[in-house]
């Protein structure tokens, strides 16, 4: 079975700062992984998704996510928040199968402060 | 050109009532699901569809059932609402199911509250 767990249901940094939004997986075979944001009253969207080709992936808006087999981790990072950064972020990981089906973690809500 | 649409936006009915929820995408893949978005922002699979066909039907209440017409369409209807199905429903489509990584596109979500 697989699982994904968010540090921090709730982060907070100022405007220009490192953001780094922590997550693990637990998956019984090689995973694909995935960051969706979803803005207020709106749907998720797609920042980036690892596929196990390069383990250092980029995304959309500046944010980028290294996949680390050993830690079993891919924490997503961007060197310098904006203010419309402000949403729930979440992780998610699917499995090869017959469905790409995601299973999703518990969200991280990202406070940008001036 | 809304990619994922789904109507209503918002939902609110009495307990007890049946309705429905419909969700059309337009960019011509194969696959939809159902997700449930709780009060707690928790997102849970119901229910995919490939090409038609049920693929993915997690433990959800009989009460829940999803109908594919063709498959750029995947409505959910719902029979005797309770007050736990309030929530945000997200219908989502992808292309290259059974590989696991297609991105999946979602739906602005239907509110739905139950009375």
């Known amino acids: 079975a697989q699982s994904v767990t968010q540090l921090g249901s709730h982060v907070s940094v100022s405007e220009g700062a490192l953001v780094l939004l922590r997550c693990n997986y637990s998956?019984?075979?090689?995973?694909?992984l995935f960051w969706y944001v979803q803005y207020p009253n709106q749907g998720l969207q797609l920042l980036l998704k690892?596929?196990?080709?390069?383990?250092l992936v980029k995304g959309i808006n500046g944010f980028e996510a290294e996949f680390k087999k050993s830690e079993t981790s891919f924490h997503l990072t961007k060197p310098s928040a904006h203010m419309s950064d402000a949403a729930e972020y979440f992780c998610a990981v699917s499995e090869v199968g017959t469905a790409s089906k995601l299973t999703f973690g518990t969200g991280t809500r990202l406070q940008v402060t001036l | 050109d809304t990619a994922v649409s789904q109507t209503p936006k918002y939902l609110v009915t009495q307990m007890g009532n049946d309705k429905s929820i419909k969700c059309e995408q337009n960019?011509?893949?194969?696959?939809m699901y159902w997700y449930k978005q709780d009060s707690k922002k928790f997102l849970k699979i119901m229910f995919s569809y490939n090409n038609k066909e049920l693929i993915i039907n997690e433990t959800v209440p009989n009460r829940f059932s999803p109908k594919s017409p063709d498959k750029a369409h995947l409505n959910l209807h719902i029979n005797s609402l309770e007050l736990g199905d309030s929530a945000v429903y997200f219908c989502?489509?992808?292309?290259?199911?059974?590989?696991?990584?297609?991105?999946?596109?979602f739906g602005p979500g239907t509110r739905l509250t139950v009375l």
């Open positions: 960019l011509g893949h194969d696959t």
């Open positions: 989502a489509s992808s292309q290259e199911a059974g590989r696991g990584y297609g991105e999946q596109f």
């Open positions: 690892y596929t196990s080709a390069a383990t």
């Open positions: 998956s019984s075979v090689p995973p694909y």
